[in-house]
DNA sequence: GGAAGTTAATCAATCGTTTGATTAATTTTG
DNA sequence: CAAAATTAATCAAACGATTGATTAACTTCC
């Protein structure tokens, strides 16, 4: 017979993580998931056990692959400024590559309910700030950087490109783009990463 | 008899902005709502029509309050860089000061549902971000400003203030501080301040 | 006394979940 | 190999609980 077989359960993650970024988790039921995906609704309670399983799965999913990418870049031998701007690179790269769960994370982040969840982003971002922080305390210590609030600079850093993710495309800096259509989402990376890149080398090794 | 009399309809506007900000909308029931506040469910209709009602004359008052404030600025005979301390100390003030309804406006900001919420928040936010560009844009043409991404610039000097309010305490840049304890918001709010004007002073007028 | 404010009780609708049954594929057995 | 037994996947229907909203009666106040 003609089995459709082939991974019900994978479409049911993608229709709900669709649905979770559109009109958030509360805001979306077990019954539009199960229609938007094609599978029975007990489905959703047979592979996950319930729709918090689905959104814990989607999030683990997506937390794994996050972590496992930017740590090899403090090992070249290159100079903190270089480093810098490869982490901006790549941590652009992969936010706007995912902008759908990055929304869908920074909501997470801003509710006080399942506190699970929310430790478990607390903890991904921590790594990437840890890093960041490093590279540039280094700079600073070798007196190739300027002294400055580290802190705050890996908020605008990690700010500048979630604001772009998040605020409406017609209020944020390019005005006429559309971060769905993918020609214009390459250009706004492009214009993200060589802004952070000239601004964090201006600020961090302009002589004052 | 004890008469309550002093507002209910206060009451029900203050205890659903908390809930709305910890829970989000639609994790917020009616009778949380009405519990919270001290009031009984069919007030909520009585006063507001509806929960969206609630919802709706939340954002509206403070979005009310918002666009009133930083006007004036522009008119000052001081120079760009002047006005444009003047904006982030404006901007960042009036923000912490409300980081609750930031959140919610910023959590409504990444969700399709109520697309005219939506619209309102884009036209407010979409102001203060065109007070910002001439600013900025007239000190680039008087020459005091290095040649800029300009809308990019105030993707980070929005995205600084909002992720220092929305990312985690623990997370984010002051470890250790609480946005709920007053004093810690005192010191943060200078922080970013301080931060952002130095980040804009050394970017846009250091001699490359 | 009548308008405004307040209440408990109730409404239909929807929520997430569970159920018992059915189908299709796989494994075991004689 | 084929019949029997077992497993996994899927389904329609129904579950109890909760949702936002409404009703109608009662109280308060001018």
Do not use: W
């Not at 988790?25 to 007990?42: L, V």
């Not at 814990?56 to 996050?66: S, V």
């Not at 971002?125 to 540039?136: A, H, K, S, T, V």
């Amino acid at each position: 017979m003609k089995t459709e077989k082939i991974d019900k359960k994978q479409a049911i993650l993608e229709a709900a993580e669709k649905l979770f970024c559109e009109t958030g988790y509360e805001g979306t039921s077990t019954r539009q998931i199960a229609k938007e995906s094609g599978a029975n609704m007990a489905m959703i309670n047979y592979y996950f056990g319930s729709k918090e399983g689905v959104f814990i799965e989607i999030m683990n999913n997506r937390i794994a692959g996050f972590a496992s990418q930017l740590r090899i870049i403090n090992e070249d031998k290159i100079s903190s400024l270089e480093k810098l701007h490869k982490v901006i690179e790549g941590y652009t790269n992969r936010i706007l590559a995912n902008t759908a769960f990055h929304k869908m994370m920074h909501r997470e982040l801003s509710l006080t309910q399942r506190p699970e969840m929310y430790d478990k982003i607390k903890d991904a971002m921590g790594q990437n700030m840890l890093l960041i922080d490093r590279i540039i305390t280094d700079g600073i210590e070798d007196g190739s950087f300027n002294k400055v609030d580290v802190r705050m600079v890996i908020a605008t850093i990690m700010g500048t490109i979630t604001n772009i993710v998040i605020a409406p495309n017609k209020v944020v800096p390019c005005s006429n783009f559309d971060l769905n259509n993918p020609k214009d989402k390459k250009i706004i990376k492009e214009r993200v990463i060589a802004h952070l890149q000239d601004l964090t080398t201006v600020y961090l090794t302009a002589k004052k």
